[in-house]
């Protein structure tokens, strides 16, 4: 029985872990991946082009550290978890079973890709999951963005900033149309292909040739870059029928990282508070992670081993509030 358990492997994940090591809680961590979506940029450049992200040196020292806390690591997927009485279970792939007081899903989300047989070749998995994170790094380059989602509308402003040439592929499904976008069509650098779809891609590592056709009209674009920007998918379906999600399956979250289920915390990506960037998601999984904290301090301080159910009393009032963990955030 742990006090804590933390699903996933990303930035959100792996801060929580490391805030609960230091409170010294007893958790673990289940994950298939440790350091999630952050081990895709190692491939940006190329092996004799790498470039260093001070986020990525932040994750690094992360993982290092609580790959130093094994008796804290479980490498697994969870696929099933279920609310009993006043705590979660959790059941593994391996058929583990874990139970713990409090839960902590980061999950991430994964990103939509293109459905062509050169895309996963030619297009790194980095470049289709966060224009933002790497955006600065394309400096004077050509560059083609597929997809206009608010979150590649954001990337496009970024974008215009440094690069020679930003080309839109917008499909007409996205949000070129709204004032932002509007905006960003204006910008002397950035050229839109409205009803354009991404028909193939060739070329190498450091050139590559988008083929876009909308109807009889086809045009060869050559960038050094192409970033995706299709959408995210959520990784929330095994604790979907525990709390409310929003209508793309994002979890919904208070400022707090509380989830509609009471000890359900969430963070990162797979929330409606998406991040996004590195250091966000590391800065979101510790909060989520000292939320989940004061509702075990105030389990540990009114009922001490016991649960509500089990103490056969009211909630002590702790100050003016009859709601403990609130009581614990304010006193921080």
Same mark, same amino acid.
């Given at each position: 029985?742990?006090?804590?358990?933390i699903?996933?492997?990303?930035?959100?994940?792996?801060?929580?872990?490391?805030?609960?090591?230091?409170?010294? &809680?007893?958790?673990?961590?289940?994950?298939?991946?440790?350091?999630?979506?952050?081990?895709? +940029?190692? %491939?940006?450049?190329? @092996?004799?082009?790498?470039? %260093?992200?001070?986020?990525?040196?932040?994750?690094?020292?992360?993982?290092?550290?609580?790959?130093?806390?094994?008796?804290? /690591?479980?490498?697994?997927r969870?696929?099933?978890? !279920?609310?009993?009485?006043?705590?979660?279970?959790v059941e593994?792939? #391996?058929?583990?079973?874990?139970e713990?007081?409090?839960?902590?899903?980061? #999950?991430?989300?994964? @990103?939509r890709? /293109?459905?062509? @047989?050169?895309?996963?070749?030619?297009?790194?998995?980095?470049?289709?999951y966060? &224009?933002?994170?790497? +955006?600065?790094?394309?400096?004077?380059?050509?560059?083609?963005?597929?997809?206009?989602t608010?979150?590649?509308?954001?990337?496009?402003?970024?974008?215009?900033?440094? +690069?020679?040439?930003?080309?839109?592929?917008?499909?007409?499904?996205?949000?070129?149309? #709204?004032?932002?976008?509007?905006?960003?069509?204006?910008?002397?650098?950035?050229e839109?292909?409205?009803?354009?779809?991404? %028909?193939? !891609?060739?070329?190498?590592?450091?050139?590559?040739?988008?083929?876009?056709?909308?109807?009889?009209?086809?045009?060869?674009?050559?960038?050094?870059?192409?970033?995706?920007?299709l959408?995210? !998918?959520?990784?929330?379906?095994?604790?979907?029928?525990?709390?409310?999600?929003?209508?793309?399956?994002? !979890?919904?979250?208070?400022?707090?990282?509380e #989830?509609?289920m009471?000890?359900?915390?969430?963070?990162?990506?797979?929330?409606t508070?998406?991040?996004?960037?590195?250091?966000?998601?590391?800065?979101?999984?510790?909060r989520?992670?000292?939320?989940a904290?004061?509702?075990?301090?105030?389990?540990?301080?009114?009922?001490? %081993?016991? /649960?509500?159910?089990?103490a056969?009393?009211?909630?002590?009032? &702790?100050?003016?509030?009859?709601?403990?963990?609130i009581?614990?955030?304010?006193?921080r």
């Amino acid at each position: 029985m742990y006090d804590l358990i933390i699903i996933g492997g990303g930035p959100a994940a792996v801060s929580a872990a490391c805030y609960a090591l230091e409170k010294r &809680i007893n958790f673990v961590m289940l994950f298939e991946e440790l350091g999630g979506q952050v081990g895709w +940029a190692q %491939s940006f450049w190329g @092996p004799q082009q790498r470039q %260093s992200l001070p986020s990525n040196e932040l994750m690094h020292v992360l993982t290092t550290r609580m790959s130093h806390a094994p008796e804290h /690591l479980k490498r697994d997927r969870a696929v099933k978890i !279920i609310k009993r009485d006043h705590t979660f279970v959790v059941e593994t792939a #391996t058929h583990d079973i874990l139970e713990a007081t409090v839960l902590l899903i980061a #999950t991430g989300a994964t @990103p939509r890709t /293109l459905a062509l @047989p050169n895309a996963n070749r030619l297009l790194d998995p980095s470049l289709q999951y966060s &224009i933002t994170t790497y +955006a600065h790094l394309v400096a004077g380059q050509r560059v083609a963005v597929i997809g206009t989602t608010r979150r590649a509308l954001h990337g496009i402003a970024e974008l215009v900033r440094t +690069a020679q040439r930003v080309y839109v592929i917008d499909s007409g499904r996205g949000n070129m149309a #709204t004032p932002f976008g509007q905006t960003l069509r204006r910008q002397p650098n950035v050229e839109v292909l409205e009803g354009y779809e991404v %028909s193939d !891609i060739q070329g190498n590592e450091t050139t590559k040739e988008l083929v876009v056709a909308s109807g009889g009209c086809v045009h060869h674009l050559q960038v050094e870059r192409a970033f995706v920007s299709l959408g995210l !998918i959520p990784n929330s379906e095994v604790v979907k029928p525990l709390i409310d999600t929003d209508r793309g399956g994002s !979890i919904l979250v208070n400022e707090h990282h509380e #989830t509609t289920m009471p000890g359900l915390y969430a963070a990162g990506d797979v929330t409606t508070m998406r991040s996004e960037q590195v250091v966000v998601s590391i800065g979101d999984g510790a909060r989520a992670a000292a939320r989940a904290y004061d509702y075990l301090l105030a389990q540990w301080l009114v009922f001490g %081993s016991l /649960l509500p159910s089990e103490a056969g009393q009211a909630p002590m009032v &702790i100050g003016e509030s009859t709601n403990p963990v609130i009581d614990m955030a304010a006193a921080r």
